[in-house]
């Protein structure tokens, strides 16, 4: 089970951080994603990391402004999202890798994740 939270209403410019636990024996050793989904979009990767927290992925537009961590021994993955821009307003979903140990990152799929959190919404206003 995945739980998101942190999410709000911020103006642009400004920061939040996103915090997913989860419970499980398993979540050291999956990557996890963060992704969101706009009104009338479908939903994007924004970032990924390894299980080990050494290997990231980052989606182009935030590249730069938003930072994924993890820490294996609370069970949880973090977003810290600065410079916010209107775009990013969505709701953000983290899930879990449906493999162990996975390495390449960039080339992950939503069919590539196996649990999803209920989603947290962020809105930034112009």
């Known amino acids: 089970q995945l739980v998101e939270s942190g999410g709000g209403l911020v103006q642009a410019g400004g920061s939040l951080r996103l915090s997913c636990a989860a419970s499980?024996?398993?979540?050291?050793?999956?990557?996890m994603g963060w992704f969101r989904q706009a009104p009338g979009k479908e939903r994007e990767l924004v970032s990924v990391?390894?299980?080990?927290?050494?290997?990231?992925y980052y989606e182009d537009s935030v590249k730069g402004r938003f930072t994924i961590s993890r820490d294996n021994a609370k069970n949880t993955v973090y977003l810290q999202m600065n410079s916010l821009r209107p775009e990013d307003t969505a709701v953000y979903y983290c899930a879990s890798d449906n493999m162990a140990y996975r390495y390449t990152l960039s080339t992950m799929r939503q069919a590539d994740f196996r649990s999803w959190g209920q989603g947290t919404q962020v809105t930034v206003s112009s």
């Open positions: 499980g024996r398993t979540f050291s050793v999956v990557a």
């Open positions: 990391i390894s299980s080990s927290g050494g290997n990231t």
